[in-house]
Structure formats: C-alpha cells, structure tokens
C-alpha cells in the first residue's frame, strides 16, 4: 500500500461503525482503535449524540475508519417499526434503510438514524456491551435491529464495572454474532487490536487484503515508534550526562560561592531536559493529553529527579556498581592485552577492571565540585558538571525507560493519570553480563564527556537491548 492508495474506492475502505447502547464504552473502544485521545470520553450517558469519523491513518495513508456513534434509546419501538414495514427476510436491509430516510428528522429516533447511517452505507458493525451488567430485552433488540441490517459483525464484551456476567453475555451474543471477544478498552495490549482487525478480515471478505495491509503497518508502525523512542533516550543521556553550568569569576575572585548557584542551575536543566524527553515520547505514540505524575509517595519532593528515593529505585548498589564498573574496566583492558599480543598475560584486563571498579564505588557517593579555567581576557570559567556519578546515568536511564514502557503500553482511552511506578529488584539483572559491561562503559564515557558522536548509533543498540530487558522485567513484575 502506498499513499496512492488514498484515493481508493470508499467501498475498499474498511469503516467500523461501533454501536451499542449508551455509556457502554463505544468511545473507549473508538479511541483505542484509532489511537486518538482526543475522543471525549465520559461516564453520563448520552456523551455522544451525533456520529464522528475517525481515520486511523499512518503516513497519510487511511488504513481504516472507526465511527463512533450514539446509543440506541428507543430499540424496542424501531424493530416493532422494522417488523410491521417488512414483508419477508430478503428485504430486511432495505426497510432498515428505509426507516433511516423516513425519520431522519424525526427527534424522536435522532440517535438511532445516527447510528443506523453509516451502517447502511456499508460500514461493519462493532457491538459494544458491558460485561458488569445483565443481559436484558433492551438489549435483545438492538441485536436483532443489527442483524436486519445484514452487514458483517462482530461483538466485544468491555467490563466497565466490576461485577461479571460475561458468561452470560457470551451465551446471548453468540446466537447473533459470528465473532464474539472480551475486550478491555482501556488495558487491551496492542496485540489485541490486530486480533480484531484479523477477526473482520475473516467477516468481510472484501476487505482483507486492506486489513491484512493495515496490519503490517500498524506492527511497523509499532517497532518504528518503539525505535524512535529509543532515539530520544539516547539523546537525553548524552545530553543530560554530560551537561555542564559554567560561569565567569574575576582573576582574584573565590569560586566556591558559586557552587549552590550553579548546581541549583544544573539541576533544572537536568529535570527540564528529561520533561522534553517524556514529552517526544508521548508524542511518538499520540499521547498528546497525556497527564502524568510519579509514584504516589510520603514527601512531595520523593519523585523529583534528585531525591534520596529515586535514587534508592532506579540507582543500583555498590556491589552492583562495582560488579558493572569491573566489566566496563576490563573490556577497555582487553584492548591492552590485544594490542601487545597477549604478552601482559592478562594484566591489562585486570588493571582496568580494578580500576573501572574502584571509580564505580568511589563516585556512588561523590558530587561534583566546581572546577576553574585558566585565566584568559581577565577572567576565569568556572565549570559545574558533569556528574561523575554512576548512580546518576542509571537513574536517568531507568526513569526513562519506565515511562517509555508505561507509554508505549497505554491505550488512548485511558484518562486517568499516568502513574509512574516502582517495582522490586532491579532490571539491569535481565540483562547479559556482557550487555551491562558495554552499557556501562557507554555511560561512563558519557558522564566524562569522552563520548565520540559517531558512536551514538552504537548506543542506541545498547539501548534497545535495555529496552528489551525492562519490558520483560517489567512482565514478570505482574
């Protein structure tokens, strides 16, 4: 498929008119599917009151569209309408459009012409009921109304509340329904919507090879977000491990009254550099409403970048320290030994393995000083930063990346706030031995500002093994 494509024919164009009985979570499922958190989303019925189209679109191309469409009201009164206007089963599609023309401008059945349009201008059918609440005769007629229409559909069962007829549900729905799923709107993993997408290319013949197009767009379209996420971590690490606050002192001048100035400098770039990284990745995956907080702890300032606890969550122990610094050490010793054939009988590895762990502890509890230049022009620089302290790149890594999870996770139904969260143990123990050595040695030449820019994609591969690592780490918390 390629932008070409946009002018298609509209009947090639799969639309999903999604239906169901009002605040039943037809716009959740709406903005889940269209990945768009614009969609007003409410708990008083009658939220949505006319039909709204939204394409889901990649590249400009339209793979699919979801209308979401208001509840019935009055079902039982429009299928007695249906019933007393047909003479046999063959013109049943025809008398429910007929009915749409007819009270069209009828206030009373306002919501059902909306609803019933798109459907009989071809768009397929998503039913939408609530798992918590008991099947009743209400709903019996919308089925039946739906399956006058004779358009392909299918049936999903979002559990709003927190009792549990899905059982029920399941036995009703299948005498009406080809295809019948439980579906949480709001916390369905993205695998779960291709199952949908598959489930009507399977209804509707003719749109299969669109939806089965749209598929591998959507899962590229996935893998190139996740890439581009990546992306901005990268570059938010080689930034923030890196920075530096400088000011000017006269010949004479003592810099050590500078020091609270430029560290409270330092830090607000550091916590403004990693808001602008959080807001590039909820912009890669359309969360543009996003609101989000950290973790809901005793002090207000516990979740800040610079606390004694977030250092406590995502810093790692001395040992660890010390365990990574050694393998980070000993890769850059490697060198040594390969450079003189060996003849060091190892010597190199183990020198740079003492050394890169005896740095490793010796920063866990060291900040930074500020350094002077030399004089020149009749002045001095004095210089803040970086900060030789390894606890502060995993800090920064292991932030962004459990927003990056959260994020990327998130279905655009969801509006409440994005919490983000702790968990036991610590993620670096997914990671290979290896992969922690040659990530640790990419931070240590970061916070030394000795990192080549040539080697960002280096790091960027580092980081998508990181990447990897959380997200199963993340899954065995749960």
Same mark, same amino acid.
């Given at each position: 498929?390629?932008?070409?494509?946009?002018?298609?024919?509209?009947?090639?164009?799969?639309?999903?008119?999604?239906?169901?009985?009002?605040?039943?979570?037809?716009?959740?499922?709406?903005?889940?599917?269209?990945?768009?958190?614009?969609?007003?989303?409410?708990?008083?019925?009658?939220?949505?009151?006319?039909?709204?189209?939204?394409?889901?679109?990649?590249?400009?191309?339209?793979?699919?569209?979801?209308?979401?469409?208001?509840?019935?009201?009055?079902?039982?009164?429009?299928?007695?309408?249906?019933?007393?206007?047909?003479?046999?089963?063959?013109? @049943?599609? *025809?008398? !429910?459009? +007929?009915?749409?023309?007819? &009270?069209? $401008?009828?206030? /009373?059945?306002?919501? #059902?012409?909306?609803?019933?349009?798109?459907?009989?201008?071809?768009?397929?059918?998503?039913?939408?009921?609530?798992?918590?609440?008991?099947?009743?005769?209400?709903?019996?007629?919308?089925?039946?109304?739906?399956?006058?229409?004779?358009?392909?559909?299918?049936?999903?069962?979002?559990?709003?509340?927190?009792?549990?007829?899905?059982?029920?549900?399941?036995?009703?729905?299948?005498?009406?329904?080809?295809?019948?799923? @439980?579906? *949480?709107? !709001?916390? +369905?993993?993205?695998?779960? &919507?291709? $199952?949908?997408? /598959?489930?009507?290319? #399977?209804?509707?013949?003719?749109?299969?090879?669109?939806?089965?197009?749209?598929?591998?767009?959507?899962?590229?379209?996935?893998?190139?977000?996740?890439?581009?996420?990546?992306?901005?971590?990268?570059?938010?690490?080689?930034d923030m491990l890196g920075h530096q606050e400088t000011a000017r002192l006269g010949e004479h001048q003592d810099a050590r009254p500078l020091l609270p100035q430029l560290r409270q400098?330092?830090?607000?770039?550091?916590?403004?550099?990693?808001?602008?990284?959080?807001?590039?990745?909820?912009?890669?995956?359309?969360? /543009?409403?996003?609101?989000?907080?950290?973790?809901?702890?005793?002090?207000?300032?516990?979740?800040?970048?610079?606390?004694?606890?977030?250092?406590?969550?995502?810093?790692?122990?001395?040992?660890?320290?010390?365990?990574?610094?050694?393998?980070?050490?000993?890769?850059?010793?490697?060198?040594?030994?390969?450079?003189?054939?060996?003849?060091?009988?190892?010597?190199?590895?183990?020198?740079?393995?003492?050394?890169?762990?005896?740095?490793?502890?010796?920063?866990?509890?060291?900040?930074?000083?500020?350094?002077?230049?030399?004089?020149?022009?009749?002045?001095?620089?004095?210089?803040?930063?970086?900060?030789?302290?390894?606890?502060?790149?995993?800090?920064?890594?292991?932030?962004?990346?459990?927003?990056?999870?959260?994020?990327?996770?998130?279905?655009?139904?969801?509006?409440?706030?994005?919490?983000?969260?702790?968990?036991?143990?610590?993620?670096?123990?997914?990671?290979?031995?290896?992969?922690?050595?040659?990530?640790?040695?990419?931070?240590?030449?970061?916070?030394?500002?000795?990192?080549?820019?040539?080697?960002?994609?280096?790091?960027?591969?580092?980081?998508?093994?990181?990447?990897?690592?959380?997200?199963?780490?993340?899954?065995?918390?749960?």
């Open positions: 498929m390629d932008a070409n494509d946009t002018g298609k024919a509209a009947d090639s164009l799969p639309r999903f008119a999604v239906v169901g009985h009002p605040n039943k979570g037809k716009s959740s499922v709406v903005a889940t599917l269209a990945q768009n958190d614009s969609i007003a989303i409410a708990m008083e019925p009658g939220t949505t009151r006319d039909s709204h189209r939204y394409p889901m679109k990649v590249d400009d191309v339209t793979l699919y569209e979801l209308i979401d469409t208001p509840g019935f009201q009055r079902p039982r009164k429009l299928l007695a309408w249906l019933q007393g206007h047909s003479l046999s089963a063959s013109d @049943r599609p *025809d008398t !429910v459009a +007929a009915f749409v023309n007819q &009270h069209s $401008d009828d206030p /009373r059945y306002h919501d #059902e012409c909306e609803l019933l349009r798109p459907i009989v201008a071809g768009a397929g059918i998503i039913y939408v009921v609530d798992g918590s609440v008991p099947y009743n005769r209400e709903h019996e007629a919308e089925m039946n109304i739906l399956r006058w229409t004779g358009r392909p559909s299918l049936a999903l069962i979002n559990q709003i509340g927190s009792d549990d007829y899905s059982a029920d549900w399941e036995a009703a729905l299948g005498q009406y329904f080809q295809i019948v799923r @439980r579906f *949480d709107a !709001v916390r +369905a993993p993205f695998e779960k &919507h291709l $199952d949908l997408l /598959r489930s009507f290319g #399977e209804l509707a013949p003719n749109w299969r090879e669109t939806l089965d197009a749209a598929l591998e767009y959507l899962q590229a379209l996935k893998f190139g977000r996740d890439h581009q996420a990546l992306e901005q971590i990268a570059d938010a690490l080689i400098r330092w830090q607000a770039w550091q916590r403004e550099r990693e808001q602008r990284q959080r807001r590039a990745v909820e912009d890669i995956y359309l969360h /543009r409403r996003l609101q989000r907080e950290e973790s809901d702890l005793t002090l207000p300032d516990e979740s800040d970048l610079f606390s004694e606890r977030t250092r406590q969550l995502w810093g790692i122990s001395k040992g660890q320290l010390a365990a990574a610094g050694f393998g980070a050490g000993a890769v850059g010793g490697a060198g040594l030994d390969a450079v003189t054939f060996g003849h060091s009988l190892g010597t190199g590895a183990l020198v740079g393995g003492l050394l890169g762990a005896a740095g490793s502890y010796f920063y866990s509890d060291k900040l930074n000083k500020v350094k002077v230049g030399p004089l020149s022009g009749g002045f001095r620089e004095a210089v803040y930063g970086p900060l030789k302290d390894p606890q502060f790149a995993y800090v920064v890594l292991g932030r962004a990346l459990v927003h990056w999870y959260q994020v990327s996770q998130r279905n655009h139904a969801g509006r409440d706030v994005l919490v983000v969260t702790d968990s036991d143990g610590h993620w670096l123990d997914v990671l290979s031995r290896g992969d922690r050595n040659a990530l640790q040695k990419s931070l240590q030449a970061l916070a030394r500002r000795r990192f080549d820019p040539s080697k960002r994609q280096r790091l960027i591969e580092q980081l998508e093994l990181a990447q990897q690592a959380f997200a199963q780490w993340q899954l065995e918390q749960f």
